[in-house]
């Protein structure tokens, strides 16, 4: 299928599928006169990657992960390894904004009892 009917089939961007493409996480073929073309594993393969946005994981760490996540018969620990320490990744990042949205009430407190 052309990328336009990719892009209709997940409703994603053709842009985005182009940036999927040059990040390594979609392959296509190419015409003679150089159009794209993928086969219809593209269609789940577009719904994983945008999953795996969704749920925060950049295109680098996706590149990484792919190959495991799109072949069952290949999974391995090292993939639920893996995603694990994404999820604790993102659990610190979130502790640590929560401590500086306190400190930020804090000031905020502090201008307004100020400024009363």
């Given at each position: 299928?052309r ?7 997940t409703g ?5 599928i ?17 159009q ?40 391995t ?10 999820r604790e ?12 949205v ?6 905020v ?8």
């Amino acid at each position: 299928m052309r990328i336009g009917e990719l892009a209709a089939r997940t409703g994603v961007s053709v842009r985005s599928i182009r940036y999927y493409e040059q990040q390594g996480l979609l392959v296509s073929t190419r015409t003679g006169s150089g159009q794209r073309v993928f086969a219809e594993a593209a269609v789940e393969r577009v719904r994983l990657i945008q999953r795996l946005f969704d749920a925060g994981l950049s295109s680098r760490r996706m590149f990484e992960l792919l190959p495991c996540m799109s072949d069952p018969d290949i999974r391995t620990p090292w993939l639920a390894d893996k995603l694990r320490a994404e999820r604790e990744r993102m659990v610190a990042e979130m502790a640590e904004l929560a401590r500086t949205v306190a400190a930020l009430d804090v000031i905020v407190e502090e201008m307004t009892v100020t400024a009363a």
